[in-house]
């Protein structure tokens, strides 16, 4: 497979620019992302708040409109690649940080699926889109699954990239306080992160994925990094608490299931014994046994693939989805 070309120009134009001891704002305020960031003003929980999203129009547009989700981990920067290919197909691209994450405003709130779509609808409303080709990737599918559930008349189709909630975690995953979560949460390095990704995210490691590992670790030097955190250890709890495994029967869209066989990603794992990890996260079983329960759902498999198909075999991914997109 191709190496990812996009993904090292996109690097040597500057992405990140600081070194692994550099220290990044908890807005992300010194990461260049690929293109012009934008600010939706939000109202919540008696607090002034604020949206991060990019809206990337094509040259030659095809009228369509796709939506991207990012996962846990990450902000609107790591589809790069895919914005590049979406847009020179002529689709316009619209790119949210979720609040909670990469540019968006760290909010010390009550965080919930229900929330983060009221906040992407409202979105869409201030831009004049009435539907969209939603794609999530991790727990960017956990909410977009929930964004269908409540707005299936504004999503054309439903594209899960990896999703994570394809069980329910609390049924085996031990149960940590939010403030049991923060302190783990405190602890973060760019050590732990980078062994983290290593083992969960790719099938073998790259330095083309440090940027990856810089970003995500490099705020904990910030003296804002307590709250950060704070909504880091919410934010666990919200996808904890709030399974939607449950309610795949009752998506009514087109849904794609795009699944790395070799995922395991398990909310919570670190708190498993190694004999309960290998019972769990196990996706070449989760996504046949996920795509039975959403009616009419193609599911599209890939070989030799963990967590971010978009990234590890980006060639692969990005064929599949143009085949499956419309």
Request: charge should be positive; hydrophobic fraction near 40%; charged fraction near 20%.
């Amino acid at each position: 497979m191709k190496r990812n070309i996009l993904l090292i120009l996109f690097l040597a134009a500057g992405l990140f620019k600081a070194s692994a001891q550099d220290t990044l704002s908890i807005t992300l305020d010194n990461v260049k992302y690929p293109y012009p960031v934008s600010f939706l003003p939000l109202r919540v929980e008696g607090q002034d708040i604020r949206m991060a999203y990019m809206d990337v129009k094509p040259a030659n547009a095809n009228g369509k409109t796709v939506m991207l989700f990012h996962g846990k981990n990450f902000g609107g920067y790591y589809w790069t690649n895919v914005i590049s290919a979406l847009t020179a197909k002529g689709y316009r691209v619209i790119v949210p940080d979720q609040v909670g994450f990469g540019k968006s405003s760290k909010a010390l709130i009550h965080y919930s699926f229900f929330l983060l779509a009221r906040f992407n609808k409202q979105l869409l409303d201030n831009l004049g889109i009435s539907n969209v080709t939603l794609l999530g990737h991790s727990m960017g599918g956990m909410l977009a699954t929930r964004f269908t559930l409540m707005y299936p008349q504004m999503v054309n189709k439903l594209l899960l990239e990896d999703p994570i909630g394809l069980e329910d975690y609390h049924t085996f995953v031990p149960y940590v306080t939010v403030d049991e979560e923060y302190q783990t949460e405190l602890k973060t390095t760019y050590e732990s992160v980078k062994k983290y990704y290593e083992t969960s995210y790719f099938m073998k490691w790259s330095p083309d994925y440090d940027y990856l590992v810089k970003i995500a670790s490099g705020v904990n030097k910030s003296v804002n990094f307590p709250p950060y955190a704070k909504v880091a250890a919410l934010t666990y709890a919200m996808i904890y608490e709030q399974p939607v495994c449950y309610e795949f029967g009752l998506i009514k869209v087109p849904t794609v299931l795009f699944i790395g066989k070799e995922d395991n990603t398990i909310v919570g794992k670190a708190l498993l014994k190694p004999e309960e990890q290998a019972k769990h996260g196990q996706y070449k079983l989760l996504g046949p046994e996920t795509a039975k329960k959403i009616s009419g759902c193609k599911l599209v498999e890939f070989d030799n693939c963990k967590h971010i198909p978009h990234i590890e075999i980006t060639g692969e991914f990005l064929e599949a989805l143009f085949k499956n997109i419309n």
